[in-house]
Nanobody
Framework: QLVESGGGLVQPGGSLRLSCEAS????????MVWYRQALGKQRELVAS???????NYADSVKGRFTISRDNAKNTVYLQMNSLKPEDTAVYYC?????????WGQGTQVTVSS
């Protein structure tokens, strides 16, 4: 089970930190991904992090977002800085291991003045 938190309403230029906590004891072995889906658009990959800590980002968020993980807390984070209105979306985390994918319920991020 994955539970996201940290979403909310923020002004352009502001910051938010999303968290995704897993109830899985082998969390450290999972490849973790943050996706987002804006209203009327397809879900898109935002950032990912391997079990070893290697990261990857969508071009649209490079230099503004940072993905990290704390295996002791079974949690992956998405630090979002310099937020723009186009970052408004529901953000989802996904855990991947082998052929299995697990999704969280999503958390709404709204960037608006």
């Amino acid at each position: 089970q994955l539970v996201e938190s940290g979403g909310g309403l923020v002004q352009p230029g502001g910051s938010l930190r999303l968290s995704c906590e897993a109830s899985e004891s082998t969390f450290s072995l999972y490849f973790m991904v943050w996706y987002r889906q804006a209203l009327g658009k397809q879900r898109e990959l935002v950032a990912s992090i391997t079990s070893g800590g290697s990261t990857n980002y969508a071009d649209s968020v490079k230099g503004r977002f940072t993905i990290s993980r704390d295996n002791a807390k079974n949690t992956v984070y998405l630090q979002m800085n310099s937020l723009k209105p186009e970052d408004t979306a529901v953000y989802y985390c996904k855990a991947v291991r082998g052929g299995a994918n697990y999704w969280g319920q999503g958390t709404q991020v709204t960037v608006s003045s």
